[in-house]
């Protein structure tokens, strides 16, 4: 867990044990079906900067992770690590701690009656979809980034642009690899239907500009009918200059 000193003191009400030794093999188990049925998709579609955090931090379908050991691969490959907490947190708290490389993540997972799909984060959606992506050095140096304006962005209208930013990359990001658009947005990797969505040609994909994504609204209703590619990695990181520029942060 993180030294207690550095974290925001709006988040210690939030802060959990996972208690690793409380799941159920049912929880294993369903962690175990749920990984399974992702991979055989993400096998082909996920970009391989996600694939190779999976294997480098040790993500498999026989357990339920522990964080402690994510955490001690995050901090020695990019200086991040996880903090268990309760559910979800302000946004003001989130981005205080991603601004100082500490991702929430929840400890408990969905039930067998809700498989396809959960209202609120679990630790499926949040280390399945997020953390892979958090032992990239670019990507986790743009999550950081990013972070660290959101923390100065006060005017709603202005907070709700850069949120889509976020939505838009850290969500629902696609990355051009080779002839083929890749997924590394946690929201497209954890789901089925998203997933599915853009195979069959039901989403338009777009080249990524940071002027087009801040003026496109989020849809958090329906399946996504607009998302934007990026050509690399550095391409995010450096549009956090432009957008520090544009929100006078």
Not at 6 to 30: C, F, N, R
Not at 147 to 155: G, P, S
């Amino acid at each position: 867990m993180p030294d207690q000193t550095i974290l925001p003191a709006a988040a210690e009400p939030y802060v959990v044990s996972q208690d690793y030794e409380k799941y159920t093999e049912v929880e294993h188990g369903t962690w175990k079906y749920l990984y399974e049925l992702r991979m055989q998709q993400l096998r082909e579609l996920a970009c391989k900067e996600y694939l190779e955090g999976v294997e480098v931090l040790g993500i498999t379908d026989a357990r339920m992770p522990l964080i402690e050991q994510l955490n001690a691969m995050l901090k020695t490959r990019s200086h991040w690590e996880l903090l268990p907490v309760s559910g979800f947190l302000p946004g003001r708290t989130f981005f205080d701690l991603l601004a100082a490389r500490i991702f929430p993540t929840t400890t408990y997972i969905r039930k067998p009656d809700s498989l396809d799909y959960t209202p609120a984060p679990d630790i499926f959606h949040d280390v399945f979809g997020h953390v892979p992506m958090h032992a990239h050095k670019v990507f986790a140096d743009y999550l950081q980034a990013f972070a660290q304006i959101a923390c100065k962005v006060d005017k709603d209208a202005d907070q709700e642009r850069l949120g889509r930013l976020f939505w838009y990359t850290v969500e629902f990001g696609l990355i051009r690899q080779g002839e083929h658009v890749k997924l590394y947005g946690s929201g497209v990797i954890s789901s089925q239907k998203e997933s599915a969505n853009i195979v069959a040609g039901g989403c338009k994909i777009l080249d990524f500009d940071l002027d087009e994504v801040l003026d496109t609204p989020v849809k958090v209703d329906e399946l996504q009918p607009v998302l934007y590619a990026i050509d690399s990695f550095d391409q995010i990181y450096e549009a956090t200059h432009k957008a520090r520029r544009l929100f006078a942060v």
